[in-house]
């Protein structure tokens, strides 16, 4: 099993296998592929026609001994010309089949990896830098497209050449041909070094530009502190330091790229004087003619093309299969919380009608094998409709207690059920997620938008509702007024993440958007960063009507919250050590009672005692 | 239309001359090199050629030959394919090494910008499109470099050629008149078919790539309202768009790559079917018949370099116009020529009649505040949202300069001073605080000279001790892009730490403790009232805390310091002061 956080990882799985198993998750690729092949092969007929057509010009049209045969020399011109627009028709028709085949593929691995991103746990979410979970579905993927655009075609067509181009070049002389193929012997094992060294020498430069982007990123990002640490020359130094060792980097790589195309030129000029020397010498023992030899100097040039761009391909065939890989690496990443809908449909469960309720049972979790157990043997039960409270310093394991209650993750021990006394228990694990995200919401700290309308956004609760509802929604959360004020009421454009509304006003559309999916167990994560007045006091009201008649789990980090709650748990280093009423817990001993003298001390400004 | 394309050619070609200007050098070399390539290769047909006349065909004919005849073949045939080796390693590291030098003299030039820019550039511009002009637009402005020497080659080689076939046969000369134009005609055709597919295509990948970002930044709400159907959806008609697109630019190169390839090939048989005429009229001989069929051969690949840089050249332009708002943008910090007054204890911050506006010509963000902050005296600064607080404590850095009136350190102006010396005097941390890819220890020092001890020391003050003493490596640990591997609040006790360690004759706070939980955030306040040095100290705040530790409040209202005294003296006089700490006291803690 991986590690938890981690996606799979098979950085040194070889080529082909990569191939073989991203052929299996790309049905659409193998489509149709014979055709493919088979115009590969017609396409390369018009290469080695012209070699053909001077060896024949040369032999049969001039030099026969009744004088130049113009008649034939027009004949085998027209014919070849024939094939060679028949080529080019069937190099186009290749091409168009075999761009729209891969695209078509890329575009479902593209949708199927995206999917698969959503599918996987918050834990595998958070474990990967955002930015290598997008590239996973974008750039990898593009690399690939690219490249079988480019090399895809030409790899192809390569291997077809020099197949025609051996099988011609045997029918002429075998002799010759052998001579050739030996020229040809070291080529090979130099061109297997060298790909190796270009693995090298590219993985330098990728990691190098990585550095540039990282160091760019901060003179941008760090402007202001840049600015008020007057670190501008530390900044540039660092900066034209990264820029200066990619460029090193990009000079590398380029010797090692001209020494690989040089010498398969090297190889060529060999074989050519060699061609000449025992052709010569074969000629004259009369076993080819001239012809023959002039043909076979033709087709030595393309026999080396093709080695020459396998070359060339080579680089980028290596890149492609990197990021082939990493596509695939997250689509062999198995979730590990999964719709039961999906994994076990013969045991899948809808959570019962009616409020909801929830019980944990012996409930441990950890975020690591052998790592401190965020939840340590939890076990209570919470009634339906109960306001509670969650407190607990950073750290404590209030956080992921909300993340259990909503199948974020699921339990290493024990298990957690939703239901009532009344209506019966479910576990967990068997309620189907369409049930259980329709049933249970989490407003998250950081209530994320989408670039879009107010209205959008909320609609996002619930698709289908009008414009309408969604001001009557926040009608009834008392956040009329403040909708009203918006420059364009609920069409107002939010921007990207919602910048173009403040922080508080972004929970304000997340509390409508939760308001709106109605859900009968409600979970939210309170923000810690501090918002203007006004816009907390219309946030605490508007969650005072959210949470109205509902079971509602809040992860408290304001004593306001904590105060106004039917319940506080009080959660320390994995257990629930302390639960009651407000107004029970702040006169008793224990962590509670500090917890609040901390707040209210912080509150009011008071310096805090001695330790 | 044309005049359009017409325009695109012009400033094409003075892009490319903008290229060779700014490295002459590299390019005369790549150039050199390049056209020994073109001359070796137009020698290596004719090599053939004459060693088909004069050893192959007379061997053949009389059927003998000598040592030296073969001999001298093999050198030639050697000989000539050493020169054409040369020259094609010469190209190629010329020409690699004059566009890196490009790239990386140009992304030295924007980025020297972006430190060099005012923070009101900055504000103007979004981070993504800063991103990309420092890096893949300064990449396709020099992308068409690479095969630039080569093309040029190339035309060297065709003007060879077509000299050497007038030479040869005026009649074979014609096929070449008729296939290079072909050929050329072709590559324009093609480049300008091409870009505006390429350039959706582009687009349409910018767009697929902004929502991925967007939804799986989102993955938590998408999660928890189960909406991953929606968002796979949404996803996946963009990526049918791209496919599309690139279905699209794939069936034009489909087109254009055989014909590139028949063309050649069509003139050899032209070339084969005249020559035989002429060879039976006596007009010229087998093996020139052999060199011109063999130039033809492999003549096609140098001609398509011609076409690589043609249908570069427009995305090359659009690379290059995203870059050179940046390198001409003007707004230089201007810095005077004094040093500040070295002195023990808290500067005096004083402001008078300052006025600030966005350049967007909007309303005014501040004016006429004027005020003083005595030496070692602490100033919480308090208003509504929008009311200018966070553009006064920027004020008070410079990191920007007021319209109207100026700021005062110890009595000097800001503007006097030499570069660097406000951040010798003053510290400033932002309410997102922002580490770079360091250590702690390059974090906190950024590069001032400051020993391990202190560094603990600022750490104990901000209250980062207990976890940087956890972290793997302590000090050494390094905290990721934009240091990613820590939480918010350890990243905002490290911004605190980095201010406190310079010992600052004035700190200012800009909301810089809001990710810290309440208690900690005591712990952090009490730790700096405490600290041996007075310190001059401007907070801007919300939280009653932070207000309170204050000696006194200036409350602004509208971009003007509407009231300046005391909490309890604010509370009691001015109404809109005594309404706004309330009610955020509300919220924290019901009366």
């Known amino acids: 099993m991986t590690a938890a956080g981690q996606l799979r990882d098979r950085e040194h799985e070889g080529a082909l296998a990569t191939l073989r198993r991203g052929l299996r998750m790309m049905p659409e690729f193998r489509r149709g592929l014979p055709v493919t092949f088979a115009l590969a092969l017609v396409a390369t007929a018009g290469r080695v026609v012209v070699p053909i057509a001077v060896q024949q010009v040369i032999d049969r049209g001039l030099g026969s001994p009744a004088g130049p045969d113009l008649g034939l020399v027009s004949w085998v011109v027209a014919g070849c010309a024939v094939v060679v627009v028949l080529t080019a028709v069937a190099v186009y028709r290749m091409n168009v089949r075999l761009f729209r085949t891969t695209e078509t593929a890329l575009a479902g691995l593209r949708e199927r990896a995206f999917r698969h991103v959503h599918d996987l746990s918050v834990l595998h979410q958070q474990g990967q830098r955002r930015g290598s979970l997008v590239s996973r579905v974008t750039s990898d993927v593009d690399q690939l497209s690219v490249f079988m655009q480019w090399g895809g075609v030409l790899g192809l067509v390569s291997i077809g050449q020099l197949v025609v181009a051996t099988v011609v070049m045997a029918v002429y002389s075998w002799q010759l041909t052998l001579l050739v193929l030996v020229c040809f012997v070291p080529l090979v094992f130099a061109v297997r070094w060298f790909a190796r060294r270009l693995v090298q020498v590219y993985g330098v430069v990728r990691e190098r530009v990585g550095d540039v982007l990282a160091a760019v990123s901060e003179s941008v990002v760090g402007a202001s502190t840049v600015r008020a640490y007057g670190v501008r020359a530390r900044t540039a130094e660092r900066l034209d330091a990264a820029i200066d060792r990619h460029y090193r980097a990009q000079v590398d790589a380029q010797k090692v790229t001209a020494a690989v195309f040089v010498s398969g030129e090297f190889v060529a000029a060999v074989a050519n004087a060699a061609v000449v020397v025992v052709g010569v010498l074969l000629g004259l023992a009369g076993d080819i003619t001239p012809g023959t030899l002039v043909a076979f100097l033709f087709l030595v040039t393309l026999f080396v093309a093709p080695v020459q761009t396998a070359s060339e391909v080579l680089n980028e065939a290596q890149n492609a299969v990197a990021g082939f890989r990493r596509v695939l690496d997250v689509l062999d990443t198995e979730p590990d919380v999964r719709d039961p809908a999906v994994a076990t449909p013969d045991r899948v469960r809808e959570l019962p009608a009616g409020p909801l309720g929830v019980r944990f049972e012996h409930v441990t979790f950890h975020y690591a094998p052998g790592a401190r157990a965020a939840l340590d043997d939890v076990d209570l039960a919470i009634a339906p409709r109960t306001r509670v409270a969650i407190v607990g310093e950073t750290g404590s394991g209030k956080t992921t207690f909300a993340k259990l209650v909503t199948r974020l993750m699921d339990p290493v021990e024990g298990r957690v059920l939703l239901g009532s006394a009344d209506a019966g228990w479910v576990p967990l694990a068997d309620v189907a997620f369409a049930s259980l995200r329709a049933r249970v919401v989490m407003v998250p700290q950081d209530g994320f938008l989408f670039d879009a309308t107010v209205a959008d956004n909320v609609r996002y609760g619930r698709p289908g509702m009008t414009d309408h509802d969604v001001v009557a929604a926040f009608d009834d959360l008392g956040l009329g007024a403040w909708l009203a004020g918006l420059p364009a009421g609920v069409g107002t454009a939010v921007g990207q993440r919602g910048e173009s509304l403040s922080a508080g006003e972004r929970q304000l559309v997340a509390v409508a958007r939760a308001y709106v999916a109605d859900p009968d167990l409600l979970v939210l994560d309170e923000a810690t960063s501090a918002v203007d007045p006004a816009t907390e006091q219309r946030l605490t009201r508007a969650l005072d009507t959210l949470t109205e008649g509902r079971t509602t789990l809040t992860i408290a980090h304001r004593l306001s919250t904590a105060e106004r709650a039917d319940e506080v748990l009080v959660v320390d280093a994995g257990h629930v050590v302390q639960r009651g009423t407000h107004a029970e817990l702040v006169d008793a001993e224990g962590p509670y009672a500090r917890l609040h003298a901390s707040w209210r001390r912080s509150s009011a400004g008071e310096p805090e005692p001695a330790r | ?562 009231a300046r005294g005391s909490h309890e003296q604010l509370l009691a006089d001015v109404p809109g002061y005594a309404a706004l700490v309330r009610a955020y006291a509300q919220a924290e803690v019901p009366a």
């Open chain 2, 1 to 562: 239309m044309s005049r359009r394309r017409d325009a695109v050619v012009r400033r094409g070609l003075r892009h490319i001359r903008r290229a060779i200007a700014e490295q002459p050098r590299m390019f005369a070399l790549a150039f050199l090199a390049s056209s020994l390539y073109g001359g070796m290769t137009v020698a290596s047909a004719y090599v053939i050629g004459e060693v088909t006349d004069r050893v192959l065909l007379p061997s053949f004919e009389d059927g003998a030959t000598t040592g030296t005849a073969l001999a001298l073949s093999s050198v030639a045939i050697l000989g000539v394919a050493l020169l054409k080796i040369l020259g094609i390693l010469g190209r190629r590291l010329f020409a690699g090494i004059m566009s890196y030098r490009l790239q990386a003299e140009y992304r030295r030039r924007v980025t020297g910008q972006y430190l060099r820019l005012p923070l009101s550039w900055h504000q103007r511009h979004p981070t993504g499109q800063l991103l990309s002009n420092a890096n893949s637009d300064v990449e396709s402005a020099w992308f068409f470099v690479a095969p630039l020497p080569f093309a040029c080659g190339a035309l060297v080689m065709i003007a060879i050629t077509s000299v050497a076939l007038v030479l040869t046969d005026p009649l074979l000369a014609l096929v070449g008149l008729v296939v290079f134009p072909l050929v050329f005609a072709a590559n324009v055709v093609y480049s300008q078919v091409m870009s505006p597919r390429m350039q959706r295509a582009q687009q349409l990948r910018a767009e697929v790539s902004e929502i991925a970002h967007e939804s799986f930044d989102a993955a938590l709400v998408v999660k928890t309202l189960g909406r991953e159907d929606t968002e796979t959806g949404r996803f996946a008609d963009r990526a049918q768009e791209l496919r599309d697109g690139l279905i699209a630019v794939g069936r034009v190169r489909g087109v254009f790559d055989p014909l590139m390839e028949a063309l050649p090939n069509l003139g050899t048989l032209a070339v084969l079917l005249i020559g035989a005429g002429r060879v039976a009229e006596g007009a010229t001989d087998a093996g020139e018949l052999v060199s011109i069929a063999y130039l033809f051969t492999l003549l096609a690949l140098p001609i398509r370099a011609i076409g690589w840089v043609l249908a570069d050249l427009p995305r090359a332009l659009a690379g290059f116009d995203r870059v050179t708002p940046v390198l001409a943008a003007t707004g230089e910090t201007p810095y005077g020529p004094d040093a500040a007054v070295p002195r023990a204890g808290g500067a005096g911050v004083g402001l008078r009649d300052v006025g600030f506006r966005y350049d967007d010509g909007g309303r005014a963000t501040l004016q006429a505040v004027t005020f003083d902050v005595p030496a070692g005296r602490t100033v919480a600064v308090v208003g509504p949202t929008g009311s200018g607080k966070s553009t006064l404590a920027g004020l008070l850095v410079r990191l920007v300069d007021p319209a109207d009136g100026s700021v005062l350190l110890d009595g000097v102006d800001l503007r006097r001073l030499r570069e660097g010396e406000v951040s010798t005097q003053a510290a400033f941390v932002a309410q997102s605080a922002f580490l770079f890819d360091d250590t702690v220890r390059g974090n906190v020092t950024l590069g001032a000279p400051v020993d391990d001890d202190e560094v603990w020391a600022a750490l104990r003050v901000a209250a980062a001790d207990e976890f940087v003493a956890a972290l793997p490596e302590g000090l050494d640990t390094r905290v990721g892009e934009r240091g990613a591997s820590l939480s918010g609040g350890q990243r905002q006790r490290l911004a605190l730490a980095r201010a406190v360690v310079r010992r600052p004759r004035l700190l200012v706070l800009d909301d810089a403790t809001s990710a810290v939980d309440p208690a900690v955030e005591a712990r952090i306040l009490d730790a700096l009232r405490a600290g041996g040095t007075p310190t001059t100290v401007v907070v801007v705040a919300y939280r009653q805390a932070t207000i309170a530790l204050a000696d006194e409040v200036v409350w602004l209202e509208d971009g003007r310091a509407v």
